[in-house]
């Protein structure tokens, strides 16, 4: 009788059920009738959440539940039509369907069985058997391919339900029976030999059997055993099952009668094996029956394969089961290739070390005389884009080892790389055909193989797990195994060192602001600890953009002064800074990329002797002016018209040198800080300089201290950032030099309360510390504003002709109120 719901009733009954399945860890999907709703279904793996099965019945308060088959659910199924599908499945089963799930599909007589695919099985295709009559046939189903699961509506209206005993709360699910795994493995069974053997053909066909075996070191012990004194009961009847299982009963007699002790009653025993295991043969004894441990194990298979409760599966039957299988080469070097393609139906690894395929008949190809497989996959990561290289080692044929190689991606598919980084020795077959096939076995045997990200940039970094860490040279603050690869200029960058005494790193950095005027040292400390807000001020829509130009004579120390506030984020010393003005344009953009969320010193910015020295300084400076003030980068096209990636600053940088750059647009993007001759107190320089190593202590100190408040900070800096650029756009000339003061204020107070945290400033101190800022930072507005006005047309023509009338080089008259007779004499 068709069985009626009301939509709100239904829909209820549905989401019951997905949740159950939800729990089991099944991946079901929305169906209309038997047809997905998903696009993309066939990939789902995980379970649904919560969110999805409610959006699921929202759009389909009617749907039916499918579960997915196959190696991504790791269940395959068996669809019974008919009472001649049934009948089928009792004779292949030997009269009791297998006890695992089951349930009725509600067409007449439809039935569907479900099974867990063992570990370790990578392909399970549909397989049918078409009967006779209409409506009748047994399917296996597996990948590619969903089954409706109850309690969802048949097209006639009934429902599909469980069978009474075999639901998930009665038992547990079950693995896929051998001869189910063997048809759906997509390849032909071996045809059963003939039992019209003649005895000598008989003869060959055993000892074929009996020499692939003796790879196991315990059959060639048991075989001699059984010839000198004939094996114990247990161990007669182990060798015996696992020759009729492997499908070798004749093999199996043969063995036999090498002892005195075989008889009539072994015959009789032997030929119940043979009748009990039938056509598909049945699980075979493991290597562990024989008394094999995990080492003998791994030396006979390269892997030792594990079920879901730890037990080793591997036989030794697999050796002979399939005759026509090569056997693989027993050099240890090949113990890995081995391992990685022993569930492989596609490839092989022959005595020798030759890579095979097989061909539409089952029958080996070689592919090359050498394998290969990746140990690691590596992603280099500059924060923008993603660049893939593989590790890749390999053995020649003969045992001979091959030395490691990266490849990139995209040198990986052409192939090319092989006689590249090998040489002659290594050979792939000729055509297109066998390179892809060398390239697919490589890229099968690095199923297993982890990706190991390496960062080619500095800074803050939000990981996929949701949490941020600092990169730096010697790794990261706020997470453990980051690994950061930088340009060798850039290698000094490094705050890996263990901060010891919080107080007395960040009193070392604090007494800077002693070591010149304030009016030099308190923009420069805003600007170090301005860097590690970058990122913050970057999601808050406020990125800085602009450069701090420490300008001053030749012997003002500008380069010392500045190398000291670098050595917060390193051991920088005193010479040798990580930019200059001798970099080429291209370079010192590469290097602002990369250093996110940090100091780029760009140093030694002078006159020229040649006007075309000049000429080339003036415009790198214009680069590094329009980089940082704009925070773009160069647009550059392949040979194709496609854009290049862009390399755009992502930190902060103090320039230094002897001169200003010229141009009105060019002075609103720096700041300028003048030293003067004398300003510096060379006692605490020498002092500071002593003590430089504290700084980097410091600096790793304020960035654990903003770790937990990173996820706060746009919001936080966005608002008190509006608030002080409006106080210094009131006193600037041209806004950007407004915001450059705020974004500075900003800092320099955040930095204040890290003092504070640290115990090495008083909330008296600060406050006073903050009010000097405040002043300095009015008074770089007040020469910028200067620099501004001898930048602009109109005042300099003004200032031109003063100078002019000065020095007497020109006069006005008066213009004549006369008529003027033109040159043709006309009025």
């Not at 097209?155 to 048809?183: H, N």
């Amino acid at each position: 009788m068709q069985q009626i719901f009301d939509k709100k009733t239904w829909t209820e009954k549905i989401r019951k059920a997905l949740r159950r399945y939800q729990k089991m860890g099944w991946p079901v999907i929305p169906c209309d009738g038997k047809k997905p709703l998903l696009p993309d279904w066939p990939k789902r793996t995980p379970p649904p959440t919560d969110a999805e099965i409610e959006e699921w019945l929202e759009k389909w308060p009617d749907m039916n539940i499918g579960l997915v088959l196959g190696p991504a659910s790791r269940i395959v199924g068996i669809d019974v039509d008919g009472s001649l599908g049934l009948e089928r499945l009792l004779e292949i089963c030997g009269g009791e369907p297998p006890e695992t799930y089951m349930y009725k599909t509600g067409s007449e007589g439809g039935l569907r069985l479900l099974f867990r695919l063992p570990e370790g099985t990578q392909k399970a295709v549909k397989y049918v058997e078409k009967l006779a009559g209409d409506h009748s046939e047994l399917a296996l189903m597996g990948e590619g391919q969903q089954t409706i699961l109850p309690p969802s509506r048949h097209s006639s209206g009934k429902l599909y339900t469980w069978v009474e005993g075999r639901s998930p709360k009665d038992l547990e699910m079950t693995d896929a029976p051998e001869w189910m795994l063997i048809r759906m493995s997509g390849k032909k069974s071996r045809e059963a030999k003939p039992s019209e053997k003649s005895e000598q053909k008989q003869a060959v066909d055993v000892s074929d059997v009996f020499e692939r075996l003796k790879r196991c070191k315990k059959f060639a012990q048991a075989q001699g055993v059984q010839q000198a004194e004939g094996l114990s009961e247990d161990d007669w009847f182990s060798w015996a099952s696992l020759f009729v299982r492997a499908g070798h009963g004749d093999a199996a007699l043969a063995f036999s009668k090498l002892s005195f002790k075989h008889g009539e009653r072994s015959e009789e025993r032997i030929q119940g094996l043979i009748d009990k295991a039938g056509a598909s043969g049945g699980p075979m004894p493991r290597c562990i029956t024989f008394g094999c441990t995990r080492e003998d194990v791994e030396r006979c298979f390269g892997k030792a394969n594990e079920n879901e409760e730890g037990d080793i599966t591997n036989s030794p039957g697999s050796f002979v089961k399939d005759m026509e299988k090569p056997l693989p080469p027993t050099d240890p070097a090949y113990a890995p290739y081995v391992a990685a393609l022993i569930e492989s139906t596609d490839y092989a690894i022959d005595e020798r070390g030759n890579l095979l395929t097989f061909d539409r008949k089952g029958n080996p190809c070689k592919i090359g005389n050498c394998v290969a497989r990746p140990t690691k996959e590596v992603i280099r990561d500059d924060g923008v884009t993603q660049e893939r290289t593989f590790r890749i080692e390999g053995v020649l044929v003969g045992g001979k080892k091959l030395a490691s190689v990266d490849v990139s991606a995209t040198e990986f598919k052409r192939m090319g790389w092989v006689a590249e980084a090998w040489g002659i020795g290594p050979a792939i077959k000729p055509g297109f055909g066998a390179q892809n096939l060398c390239r697919d076995a490589i890229q099968n045997m690095g199923t297993d193989v982890g990706e190991h990200y390496i960062y080619t940039h500095m800074g803050w970094r939000k990981l996929s797990n949701g949490k941020w860490c600092f990169l730096h040279a010697g790794g990261s603050i706020g997470a453990d195994n980051i690994a950061v690869e930088l340009e060798r200029s850039l290698e000094k960058y490094r705050l890996d060192k263990a901060v010891e005494d919080l107080k007395k790193a960040a009193q070392a950095s604090l007494r800077l602001l002693m070591v010149a005027p304030l009016e030099v040292t308190i923009p420069l400390m805003a600007l170090v600890y301005l860097c590690a807000l970058c990122e913050a001020l970057r999601e808050a829509g406020i990125e800085p953009t602009f450069v701090l130009w420490l300008f001053g004579g030749t012997g003002t120390r500008k380069t010392s002064l500045g190398m000291l506030f670098l050595s917060h984020f390193g051991n920088f010393g005193t010479k040798s800074p990580p930019a200059s003005f001798k970099d080429t344009a291209n370079a010192l953009e590469r290097k602002a990329f990369a250093a996110k969320d940090t100091l780029l010193l760009i140093d030694d910015f002078h006159p020229q002797a040649s006007s075309y020295e000049s000429q080339k300084m003036a415009q790198i400076a214009q680069r590094v002016l329009r980089m940082f003030g704009d925070r773009i980068g160069r647009g550059r096209l392949t040979s194709s018209i496609q854009f290049q990636k862009e390399f755009p600053p992502r930190g902060m940088a103090l320039v230094t040198g002897e001169d200003l750059p010229n141009g009105e647009s060019s002075v609103a993007r720096f700041l300028g800080v003048e030293l003067l001759q004398g300003a510096i107190d060379l006692k605490a320089l020498t002092k500071a300089q002593n003590e430089a190593p504290l700084l980097s202590e410091a600096m790793k100190g304020y960035i654990e201290w903003l770790l937990p408040q990173m996820n706060e900070l746009p919001e936080k800096l966005h608002a008190e950032f509006l608030d002080k650029r409006a106080d210094f756009q009131q006193k600037a000339a041209h806004g950007r030099s407004g915001e450059a003061a705020a974004w500075l204020h900003i800092s320099f107070n955040m930095m204040l309360k890290y003092m504070q945290y640290a115990n090495v400033c008083t909330d008296i101190i600060a406050d006073e510390l903050l009010d000097n800022a405040e002043k300095v930072f009015a008074h770089l507005i007040g020469d910028q504003n200067a620099l501004v006005a001898q930048e602009r047309p109109a005042d300099i023509f003004i200032e031109v002709l003063q100078e002019l009338f000065v020095t007497n080089k020109i006069r006005v008259d008066k213009l004549s109120t006369g008529v003027v007779e033109d040159v043709y004499g006309m009025q």
